[in-house]
């Protein structure tokens, strides 16, 4: 059974930089052609895809916030961190993780709220 | 990359079919065979639905169905129930460069 979960703060400053960790279990990211997404929803917005990292450690960015973006994996840990530098209030939105290049499973999401 | 446009809303009685349109352009939805959906309830894990413009993953209804014809996908969701009343997400591979692109998000309401 495949389960993800993310965890972080609730509530960054404009210009702090976030750091989301994505705890999952039931699979494991060494196996060949398994990948962890990380996809974000602003508040009454569409979802964004945002970065995902492969088993062999290749690591992929949205275009358009490639600059900002770092995405790790831990794999004895069964963790994958993103961070996202230079925060801004438009950032604020919920922060999904997800297993697979097809996003089969996703963890529930947190929100993430930028804020002075 | 722009977002793939998906209707803002779509609603149909229970047992209704309802079809809900993803169009993109021909450097994803038109490129490639790998359009997803996703159903989201408030609240909860974003749940996959369609894969591959038209597998089901185990566990999915058979009336949930996908298809595409150029730059548009749509998903079908035939005999309509109250506990589809959800938000639809499409998604399309993009390449290698942008990967990913999602819709614009259509929401499902049940009459």
């Known amino acids: 059974q495949i389960t993800l979960k993310e965890s972080g703060p609730t509530l960054v400053k404009p210009t702090q930089t976030l750091t989301l960790t994505c705890t999952f279990s039931?699979?494991?990211?060494?196996?060949?052609?398994?990948?962890v997404g990380w996809i974000r929803q602003p508040p009454g917005k569409a979802l964004e895809w945002l970065a995902l990292i492969y088993w062999d450690d290749d690591r992929r960015y949205s275009p358009s916030l490639k600059t900002r973006l770092t995405i790790t994996k831990d794999t004895s840990k069964k963790q994958v961190v993103l961070t996202m530098t230079n925060m801004d209030p438009v950032d604020t939105a919920t922060y999904y993780c997800a297993h697979g290049r097809g996003f089969d499973f996703w963890g529930q999401g947190t929100l993430v709220t930028v804020s002075s | 990359q722009s977002a793939l446009t998906q209707p803002r809303s779509v609603s149909g009685s229970p047992g209704q079919s309802v079809a809900i349109s993803c169009t993109g352009t021909s450097s994803d939805v038109g490129a490639y065979n790998y359009v997803s959906w996703y159903q989201l309830h408030p609240g909860t894990a974003p749940k996959l639905m369609i894969y591959d413009v038209n597998k089901r993953p185990s566990g999915v209804p058979d009336r949930f169905s996908g298809s595409k014809s150029a730059n548009t996908a749509s998903l079908t969701i035939s005999g309509l129930q109250t506990e589809d009343e959800a938000d639809y997400y499409c998604c399309s591979y993009a390449g290698n460069y942008t990967l990913y692109v999602f819709g614009t998000g259509t929401k499902v309401t049940v009459l």
């Open positions: 039931g699979f494991s990211l060494s196996t060949s052609g398994v990948a």
